[in-house]
């Protein structure tokens, strides 16, 4: 059993930044994949940005150039650093491991 906790989230006006973290109980770096996904109200959950194999990098048409996923194996810990936060980052940020461990989720808003 893997527990994620996930952490960063805030306000932010509109280009502005914010790292979000998400602790694991255990080592994950041989658990593949990890993610990040979004969910603002009225919405579907949508894919943010995906790692595998520490390495390989795949992330949404809407924020490429300006997220960044990462992991510190060190720490058990994924990142998702967001440059450039526009009003359409709201949402609820939550981390995936494996595609099956979930994180409860941190509150991102940005502000115009």
């Known amino acids: 059993q893997v527990q994620l906790v996930e952490s960063g989230g805030g306000l932010v006006q509109a280009g502005g930044s914010l790292r979000l973290s998400c602790a694991a109980s255990?080592?994950?770096?041989?658990?593949?994949?990890m993610s990040w996904y979004r969910q603002a109200p009225g919405k579907q959950r949508e894919l943010v940005a995906r790692?595998?194999?520490?390495?390989?990098?795949n992330y949404a048409d809407s924020v490429k150039g300006r997220f960044t996923i990462s992991t510190d194996n060190d720490k058990n810990t994924l990142y998702l650093q967001m440059d450039s936060l526009r009003p359409e980052d709201t949402a609820v940020y939550l981390c995936?491991?494996?595609?099956?461990?979930w994180g409860q989720g941190t509150q991102v808003t940005v502000s115009s």
């Open positions: 995936n491991v494996g595609r099956r461990w």
């Open positions: 255990t080592p994950i770096f041989t658990v593949n994949p």
């Open positions: 790692i595998t194999s520490g390495t390989t990098t």
